[in-house]
């Protein structure tokens, strides 16, 4: 069964950080290059930040770079997102998804997601 499943998010002060964690399984991870999503209610789903299937590239949201870190270990089947000096507007829920083909910022491009885990920085 192919499953991604998300950790580590919370409740942070504005300025703090998190690091959220997606752990794969049933799936060849080395294969996938891995993206992060969020969603808040009533807006649509915003793309985050992607890393290719080595690791080697990355690409993130203008509003999130500088802040945010994508990165994986595909020992561990495991890809991860640092936020830094994060903000009320961050708050959402933040799912990872699994790309076969290639990095990619929308959606659609992606065939397997988690089911989120929820971030709400306070001010």
Known sequence: QVQLVESGGGLVQAGGSLRLSCAASGLTFGSYAMGWFRHVPGKEREFVAAISRGGG????????????????????????????????????????????????VRPHEYDVWGQGTQVTVSS
Do not use: H, W
């Open 57 to 104: 590239s990355t690409y993130y949201a203008d509003s999130v770079k500088g802040r945010f870190t994508i990165s994986r270990d595909n020992a561990k089947n495991t890809v991860y997102l640092q936020m830094n000096s994060l903000k009320p507007e961050d708050t959402a829920v933040y799912r990872c998804a699994a790309n076969y083909y290639n990095i990619g």
